[in-house]
């Protein structure tokens, strides 16, 4: 499987993005997903994952209550809806399929894969 995130861009504090992860070749419907993100200096940290049916999500605690993430299997693409950015949102964000050997709840970014390009969230203050 071949991931590419798309959606980004710039907006001011307080507003709303949806970010796109599509995703090419078979199976896309078996795996578990998530998205990270990295600010400049700084580590890539988790984001938040969903279930290969879409049913469980989890997140990160900075982003809980305004990020969803959710997919759509028939269009092979998982989705990040944003809302109420800060300006500490700001990052390339990325999507990644959970490996089959990682446990649910996983934040580790060992326990994901197949990463696709990212794409640049900048949020103005």
């Known amino acids: 499987v071949q991931l590419q995130a798309s959606g980004g861009g710039l907006v001011q504090a307080g507003g709303s993005l949806r970010l796109s992860c599509a995703a090419s070749g078979r199976q896309f419907n078996t795996y578990g997903l998530g998205w990270f993100r990295q600010a400049p200096g700084k580590e890539r940290e988790f984001v938040a994952a969903?279930?290969?049916?879409?049913?469980?999500?989890y997140y990160t605690d900075s982003v809980k209550g305004r990020f969803t993430i959710s997919r759509d299997n028939i269009k092979n693409t998982v989705y990040l809806q944003m809302n109420s950015l800060k300006p500490e949102d700001t990052a390339v964000y990325y999507c990644?399929?959970?490996?089959?050997?990682?446990?649910?709840?996983?934040?580790?970014?060992?326990?994901?894969?197949?990463w696709g390009q990212g794409t640049q969230l900048t949020v103005s203050s």
């Open positions: 969903i279930t290969w049916s879409g049913v469980s999500t």
């Open positions: 990644a399929i959970m490996k089959v050997s990682a446990r649910w709840g996983t934040s580790r970014e060992t326990d994901f894969g197949s």
